[in-house]
T-cell receptor, first 117, second 110 residues
Framework: GAVVSQHPSRVICKSGTSVKIECRSL??????MFWYRQFPKQSLMLMAT?????????EQGVEKDKFLINHASLTLSTLTVTSAHPEDSSFYIC?????????????FGEGSWLTVV | QKEVEQDPGPLSVPEGAIVSLNCTYS??????FMWYRQYSRKGPELLMY????GNKEDGRFTAQVDKSSKYISLFIRDSQPSDSATYLC??????????FGAGTRLFVKA
């Protein structure tokens, strides 16, 4: 079963509104999570690194005031797309590393489809 | 120059063929090399994971890393229609900040 859960899986919002996407690690704690965006037929582009208890680290070119990231607990990171516009429509995916005795593995969520109309 | 270069394809092969997927990278700091498979409209799933240079085999899948030439390969033997997906190479430095290649779309025809 999934070890990283994203919600909602699909969301449609009106232009100018804000939408929140949640990323949860289900059976492990993650001090760090990663948010990616993927446009159709393109690869995943890292947007930001979410750090529990501190500010997120954004990649070059990503507007931190537009894509608000909050990592309030060890199992939850949220991405809020503020004042969404149609060009923000995309597939948003989070990932979280799980530390284990046999090694560390990065797990990805199922993704969230955002459509801004 | 992009950090990771990968031919987006598409690559179309008949069932049973051996598939070779490749990437090149530019950052010498990359130590971990992953291959992910992504089905349409789904999140990526980890296929193979290797550390430093060498080969790793898992069933029909073999991953190769040549750090001297900064070249990463994934081989799929006896390819099946269910292998049709996008394959993303993903090298990473010591942490978990993964950089993805463009992804190669693979179609295996029955």
């Amino acid at each position: 079963g999934a070890v990283v859960s994203q919600h909602p899986s699909r969301v449609i919002c009106k232009s100018g509104t804000s939408v929140k996407i949640e990323c949860r690690s289900l059976d492990f704690q993650a001090t760090t999570m990663f948010w990616y965006r993927q446009f159709p037929k393109q690869s995943l582009m890292l947007m930001a690194t979410s750090n529990e208890g501190s500010k997120a680290t954004y990649e070059q070119g990503v507007e931190k005031d537009k894509f608000l990231i909050n990592h309030a607990s060890l199992t939850l990171s949220t991405l809020t797309v503020t004042s969404a516009h149609p060009e923000d429509s995309s597939f948003y995916i989070c990932s979280a590393p799980k530390m284990g005795d046999s090694g560390n593995t990065i797990y990805f969520g199922e993704g969230s489809w955002l459509t801004v109309v | 120059q992009k950090e990771v270069e990968q031919d987006p394809g598409p690559l179309s092969v008949p069932e049973g063929a051996i598939v070779s997927l490749n990437c090149t990278y530019s950052n010498s700091a990359f130590q971990y090399f992953m291959w992910y498979r992504q089905y349409s409209r789904k999140g990526p799933e980890l296929l193979m994971y290797t550390y430093s240079s060498g080969n790793k085999e898992d069933g029909r899948f073999t991953a190769q890393v040549d750090k001297s030439s900064k070249y990463i390969s994934l081989f799929i033997r006896d390819s099946q229609p269910s292998d049709s997906a996008t394959y993303l190479c993903a090298p990473a430095p010591g942490g978990f900040k993964t950089i993805f290649g463009a992804g190669t779309r693979l179609f295996v025809k029955a």
